[in-house]
């Protein structure tokens, strides 16, 4: 157990919907990723949060939004649903940032069907 | 731009061989790198990191050396179990950032 919790742990949608996922961090960490987990992409950070500020932006498209709470548990909204956007969501978080190579703890995903 | 290319899987062993994955990257300056596992159902653990040229990570049994003059982080472990069956990844991190670039991942099975 990583200690970072994501909920739900499967959801399914329809196309056009919105659904928000939920990410809860270690005690303690305070920048929070978000990596999407597709057959065709593989594995690709989408942003970072870091004690509540948008830290970096990877390939997350202009329908998907992320937010960072100050009980610093954070959120990934996802809009306009397509087929092509079901995949598992990871969270993942880390004591902090700027370069470090802090390591980077995984939650257990939440699995995304888009039908 | 900065990228990881694994060897294609499955890689299908019976238990107790020796394991190779190999992994090259592609990056400017000086990454971190890592390998993490997923076992089935679960995220991502980090089995090993270096963070510098000839750096040797280790962690149950499991080694890998960073190779600058062949670009390359070659995952390896002299006998294999049967629960060392997962998908691993191969990943850089670029100095002064924090998003880690990923390969495709690996599966290796195990066979008893």
């Known amino acids: 157990d990583s200690g970072v919790t994501q909920t739900p742990k499967h959801l399914i949608t329809a196309t056009g919907q919105r659904v928000t996922l939920r990410c809860s961090p270690r005690?303690?960490?305070?920048?929070v990723y978000w990596y999407q987990q597709s057959l065709d992409q593989g594995l690709q950070f989408l942003i970072q949060y870091y004690n509540g500020e948008e830290r970096a932006k990877g390939n997350i498209l202009e329908r998907f939004s992320a937010q960072q709470f100050p009980d610093l548990h954070s959120e990934l909204n996802l809009s306009s649903l397509e087929l092509g956007d079901s995949a598992l969501y990871f969270c993942a978080s880390s004591v902090g940032t700027s370069g470090i190579s802090y390591e980077q703890y995984f939650g257990p995903g939440t699995r995304l069907t888009v039908t | 731009g900065n990228s990881v290319t694994q060897m294609e899987g499955p890689v299908t062993l019976s238990e107790e061989a020796f394991l190779t994955i190999n992994c090259t990257y592609t990056?400017?300056?000086?990454?971190?790198l890592f390998w993490y596992v997923q076992y089935p159902g679960e995220g991502l653990q980090l089995l090993l990191k270096?963070?510098?040229?000839?750096d040797k990570g280790s962690n149950k049994g499991f080694e890998a050396t960073y190779r600058k003059e062949t670009t390359s982080f070659h995952l390896e472990k002299g006998s294999v179990q049967v629960s060392d069956s997962a998908v691993y990844f191969c990943?850089?991190?670029?100095?002064?950032?924090?998003?880690?670039?990923f390969g495709t991942g690996t599966r290796l099975q195990v066979f008893p």
């Open positions: 005690s303690g960490d305070l920048s």
């Open positions: 990943a850089l991190k670029q100095a002064r950032t924090d998003k880690l670039i």
């Open positions: 270096a963070t510098k040229a000839d």
């Open positions: 990056a400017t300056g000086y990454p971190s």
